[in-house]
């Protein structure tokens, strides 16, 4: 099993940039895809950015494809999503998850909250 919690979340103006972090417990980081997810107030939870096991295999969600950035260091036990260009869309808890598989997402983080002002 893993832990995950989440750090780097606040306050920016539309236009800034946030580097959110995601820390896992334990010495099997490595063995898993690492995920950021979004949810929004009153919407539903939305994929944002993959990573597979190596960082070989990215995916992104269309509406953050050259604004955001995913990216891990297995030697830190620790995966980021770098977010330039925010807009005030961009507001909601993103939370990180860990996955067997590229589409498991079995281990959730508590989330940390975005707030981007216009």
């Known amino acids: 099993q893993v832990q995950l919690v989440e750090s780097g979340g606040g306050l920016v103006q539309a236009g800034g940039s946030l580097r959110l972090s995601c820390a896992a417990s334990?010495?099997?980081?490595?063995?898993?895809?690492m995920n950021w997810f979004r949810q929004a107030p009153g919407k539903e939870r939305e994929f944002v950015a993959s990573i597979s096991r190596n960082g070989g295999e990215i995916y992104y969600a269309g509406s953050v494809k050259g604004r955001f950035t995913i990216s891990r260091d297995n030697t830190k036990s620790t995966a980021y999503l770098q977010m330039n260009s925010l807009k005030p869309e961009d507001t909601a808890v993103y939370y990180c998850?860990?996955?067997?598989?590229?589409?498991?997402?079995?281990?959730w983080g508590q989330g940390t909250q975005v707030t981007v002002s216009s």
């Open positions: 998850a860990a996955g067997w598989t590229r589409v498991s997402y079995d281990y």
């Open positions: 334990g010495r099997t980081f490595n063995m898993y895809h």
